[in-house]
């Protein structure tokens, strides 16, 4: 991903602070809060976020969150599909998110019995209009109104163009698109990237941030407490009010499909006039310069490396056709010299 981040905060791996500088800010400036950067601010929002012990989760009416289809609670995590065929499951947050930018981390395990390449199907998160309605997409609806993220376990493409699976993509749609799952959504997605997820024993994150209409997912499934780069999209409008959710499938294939967390942050970001002025509130999901089905993908950017070549060469070709010019110049005055004598 060449695309510079500008306005971001530098990334700092999660554990970035100390017990005691936690206590301390804790006591500060109470709880909640992380403050990371120097322009970015961090709150979680409960109202948003899914937390051990999960309490009151698809029970009592004051639950934040919905338990759909075969989804169920454990004190460890949500499952929203087990390892069992043709099995359907998602949970949803109640409250819809009315905040400009914000970062959701995704603490979630898939697992089971089978090897590689024979489980399936993988699980989607959402920030969508509609909430709570099974269908074809990760177990949820299609056409679809918002953004979806999808970890896909299963390459149901048969010609897969160097692809490694499990990969992980991002769509946004308004509802007029239509998730082609036979070519794993790749006609519609914005882009995305593999990432070897499945029956690991260490933690395994991705993390959704929207700041400023800027995309960005990164994961951390090496068990170092990085974040990689995953995907990078700027110029995605995304409305306000729609519902977090996550959802999962099995068909012929399975496997665990378990959420430990949905964190969801807050990210208070510092804005000049202008930008404000440009951030027009939106009410249909658009992406700015999407590559439409069937429409060619741009060449790769330049890396470094290409452009140091070709100066490079370009130089070279200059020195060579200097020398040479001054080789001719001198044949041609020797040349002009015998003609005057
Ligand atoms: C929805 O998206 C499609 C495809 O990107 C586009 O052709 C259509 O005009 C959009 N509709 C609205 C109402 O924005
Ligand atoms: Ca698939």
Not at 15 to 42: N, P, S, Y
Not at 47 to 56: C, D, I, R, V
Not at 104 to 119: A, E, M, S
Not at 283 to 311: R, W, Y
Request: proline letters at 5%.
């Amino acid at each position: 991903m060449a695309t510079p981040r500008k306005g971001m905060r530098p990334r700092l791996p999660r554990a970035e602070l100390g017990v005691w500088a936690r206590v301390f800010l804790f006591l500060v400036l109470g709880a909640g809060l992380r403050v990371i950067g120097d322009q970015t601010e961090e709150y979680l929002k409960r109202e948003h976020s899914l937390t051990k012990p999960y309490q009151g989760v698809g029970g009592s009416s004051s639950s934040l969150w919905d338990l759909q289809g075969n989804a169920m609670v454990t004190t460890q995590y949500v499952r929203l599909t087990p390892d069992v065929q043709s099995k359907q499951g998602a949970v949803w947050n109640r409250v819809p998110c009315y905040l400009r930018d914000w970062e959701l981390q995704v603490h979630f395990r898939i697992h089971g019995q089978g090897k590689k390449n024979l489980n399936g199907d993988g699980f989607a998160v959402w920030f969508t209009k509609d909430r709570m309605q099974s269908g074809p997409v990760f177990g949820s609806k299609d056409n679809f109104v918002g953004l979806g993220i999808f970890v896909d376990t299963y390459p149901n493409e048969e010609k897969q163009h160097e692809r490694i699976f499990p990969y992980i993509s991002a769509m946004v749609n308004n509802g007029s698109l239509t998730y082609d799952h036979s070519r794993d959504g790749r006609p519609t997605e914005l882009g995305g990237c593999t990432a070897m997820v499945r029956n690991l024993d260490h933690d395994t994150f991705l993390v959704i941030r929207y700041v400023k209409r800027r995309l960005t997912i990164m994961i951390d499934i090496d068990g170092k407490q990085e974040w990689r780069d995953c995907l990078d999209f700027p110029g995605v409008h995304l409305p306000r009010g729609y519902f977090f959710g996550t959802s999962s499938v099995t068909g012929d294939l399975s496997d665990n499909h378990d959420i430990i967390s949905l964190k969801l942050y807050q990210l208070t970001v510092e804005r000049t006039s202008s930008e404000k002025l440009a951030e027009k509130e939106v009410f249909i999901p658009t992406v700015d310069n999407m590559k439409l089905p069937g429409v060619e993908t741009p060449s790769e950017p330049m890396s470094g490396f290409a452009l140091f070549l070709i100066i490079f060469f370009s130089l070279v070709g200059i020195v060579f056709a200097g020398v040479i010019g001054a080789i001719l110049y001198n044949k041609w005055q020797e040349k002009s010299r015998k003609h005057f004598y």
